[in-house]
């Protein structure tokens, strides 16, 4: 199907590729978009539109959205969000105290930000991911005259994941009950061994070791913490062995939690008829009616219209980050000479991220050389030559944005 909009630029119900066709070349009306194919008409028309409801299944690593009428589904889309913010700002904490103490230490200016973590402040990673849920919302209501969303919220009980038959006052007791600190808690957890060597080092000096070092803004946390005698944490550190260890953490669950509420009021001052549903009735509804999992068919499910005609295609998308302020690489080249960390603007006429063809296929530019050999990739990461391909074999599409957008077949949907 094609999206309309009407001369003024409201969303009207789509139309039949064979209509739009007919309507672009009588002259009746222009394209504005190619991803979803959108045209705008030119000529004065009634605004007949029905009643369409946008399922919406809110994620942290995922959004899922579905806009369905009674009869037919007309938009189908799973939004990959950024999980990278937290590191990024942690490099750039690391990079402002290595400048800091490059000459002569200066203390950091905690205080010139008064005032800015008003009532509401949400941490970076939490404020990106609700604006982008936000930005998707926005961009299906450019296309559609919704007029209805349907927002489905979870939290999660994180100490209930650790401990199913947890109960009662034991929620405010917690797993360190009974010790002094969270070290002597560590060392009992692990059984006062070192849990590299498993002992065989005979060091009998035993140190509690970050996995996720809080320079990258790991936490104090147990889950975070790790028994290490002496010399398994000093080889470490000299990086002469390496931990095959991930510590269990729950920060897409505490995301949810967080954000649930902040996005259902911010929607609700923003537009009219927005209203709340829960995963647990997602899922019965969709077992009941024998759909598969995936965020774009619970996303139909939280619509109320589980069984209408899918859409042919569906559209992948995936945030990507809008700019790399990082102007010179954290590390120094011989003489002291500092090193850009960031290519031209344009090399050989292309963007970071545009959208270009190459044999018949749709791809984006994820990385440039001078030379004119391009990093090109389709939203899976698979890459095309091996990440190298002349820009006299390419065919520009698009400009590059922070969303991207590629689409799909229905059939297989996406587990």
């Keep these: 199907m094609v999206y ?12 039949n590729p064979a209509k739009a066709r007919k309507l672009l070349r009588d002259g009746k009306a222009k394209i504005v978009k ?14 007949q539109v029905q009643d369409i409801t ?46 800091r103490n490059r000459l002569r230490y200066r203390p950091a200016r905690f205080n010139n930000r008064a005032g800015s973590k008003n009532k509401g402040w949400l941490a970076p990673s939490i404020e990106h991911k609700i604006q982008t849920h936000i930005t998707a919302i926005d961009n299906v209501r450019k296309i559609l005259p919704i007029s209805k969303i349907i927002v489905e919220t979870a939290s999660f009980d994180i100490q209930k994941i650790n401990n199913p038959n947890i ?55 147990p889950e975070n913490l790790i028994t290490l005698c002496a010399t398994c944490h000093k080889k470490l550190h000299e990086g002469k062995i390496e931990l095959n260890i991930k510590p269990e953490q729950f920060k897409h669950e505490a995301f949810m939690g967080i954000m649930r509420k902040t996005l259902l009021q911010r929607l609700q001052n923003k537009y009219n008829n927005v209203f709340e549903t829960y995963g647990y009735i997602t899922k019965q509804v969709r077992i009941d009616n024998g759909l598969k999992k995936s965020h774009r068919i619970d996303a139909r499910c939280i619509s109320g219209n589980p069984l209408v005609e899918p859409c042919e295609y569906w559209y992948y998308q995936k945030k990507v980050r809008c700019n790399n302020r990082q102007i010179h690489k954290a590390n120094f080249l011989k003489g002291g000479k500092k090193r850009n960390n960031q290519a031209s603007y344009e090399v050989k006429g292309f963007r970071l991220f545009d959208k270009v063809e190459f044999e018949g296929n749709e791809y984006f530019i994820f990385g440039r050389r001078s030379s004119g050999y391009f990093d090109l990739r389709n939203l899976e990461g698979n890459k095309v030559n091996n990440g ?28």
């Design 4 to 15: 309309v909009t009407s001369i003024t630029g409201n969303p009207l119900m789509p139309c």
């Design 34 to 47: 190619y991803t979803p194919f959108t045209i705008q008409l030119l000529f004065e028309c009634e605004n």
């Design 54 to 99: 946008l399922g919406v299944d809110a994620g942290s690593k995922y959004i899922g959205l579905s806009a369905t009428t009674k009869d037919k589904e007309l938009f189908s889309s799973e939004v990959e969000l950024r999980n990278d913010v937290s590191s990024k700002l942690a490099t750039r904490r690391q990079n402002r105290k290595t400048r």
């Design 167 to 221: 109960q009662g006052k034991e929620y405010q007791e917690g797993e360190q009950l009974g010790f002094s600190n969270v070290r002597q808690y560590v060392l009992f957890r692990d059984n006062y061994t070192c849990q590299h060597c498993k002992g065989k080092s005979k060091d009998k000096i035993l140190h509690v070791h970050h996995i996720i070092f809080r320079s990258k803004s790991g936490s104090d946390r």
């Design 388 to 415: 190298s391909m002349n820009y006299r074999k390419i065919k520009f599409l698009d400009y590059g944005k922070s969303l991207l957008i590629e689409r799909r077949m229905s059939i297989p949907p996406l587990g």
